[in-house]
């Protein structure tokens, strides 16, 4: 069984900068189309960054330009770092993972992490 930890949550003044890790254990990250999302109270979950079938990054609109998506295969561990950070980017971060197979990301993503909370105060 796929389990994720999120990790590096914190809270953070306007302008300031995070990194979230998620280690994956009990199968090879390569092996799964990742993801970022978030959600904020009384608001929908938001997919942050997100890997499609090509490994190319798809970034929501109002994170880009601020917040990276990388990973590292060796280690089995996701990252997502953070710049600019504005109160608008408080939320719960989720770090999730979808099984890719033969070149396809299966949708919804099937793994989650349990989060961990970002607070950005102006």
């Known amino acids: 069984q796929v389990r994720l930890v999120e990790s590096g949550g914190g809270s953070v003044q306007a302008g300031g900068s995070l990194r979230l890790s998620c280690v994956v254990s009990g199968g090879l990250m390569s092996s799964y189309c990742m993801a970022w999302w978030r959600q904020a109270p009384g608001k929908e979950q938001e997919a942050v960054g997100e890997f499609d079938d090509r490994g190319n990054i798809n970034y929501a609109g109002s994170v880009k330009g601020r917040f990276t998506v990388s990973k590292d295969n060796d280690k089995n561990t996701l990252f997502l770092d953070m710049n600019r950070l504005q109160p608008e980017d408080s939320a719960i971060y989720y770090c999730?993972?979808?099984?890719?197979?033969?070149?396809?990301?299966?949708?919804?993503?099937?793994?989650w992490g349990q989060g961990t909370q970002v607070t950005v105060s102006s």
């Open positions: 999730a993972a979808g099984r890719f197979i033969s070149g396809y990301c299966y949708r919804p993503f099937a793994y």
